[in-house]
């Protein structure tokens, strides 16, 4: 399926907004002078070693 030039500069603004919405959307949701919710500090202390975890287990399971 080839794309239009419309098509294309659509999907390309589309996926420039995505990207800078999701760098600038926790500025506005967590602004500096307010303390984080206990959820986002939980998941922010769990969620890199489970990443980790599931990254290595697949990887290793990629060679049985």
């Given at each position: ?6 098509q294309?500069?659509i999907?390309v603004?589309a996926?420039?907004l995505?990207a800078?919405?999701?760098r600038f ?6 602004p500096?002078n ?9 998941l ?6 489970a990443?980790?975890?599931?990254r290595?287990?697949n990887?290793v399971?990629?060679?049985?």
């Amino acid at each position: 399926m080839i794309l239009t030039p419309l098509q294309t500069f659509i999907m390309v603004l589309a996926v420039a907004l995505g990207a800078g919405l999701t760098r600038f959307l926790p500025f506005v949701l967590f602004p500096e002078n307010k303390e984080l919710p206990k959820s986002i500090t939980y998941l922010g202390r769990v969620l890199p070693p489970a990443i980790l975890a599931l990254r290595f287990f697949n990887s290793v399971k990629e060679y049985r």
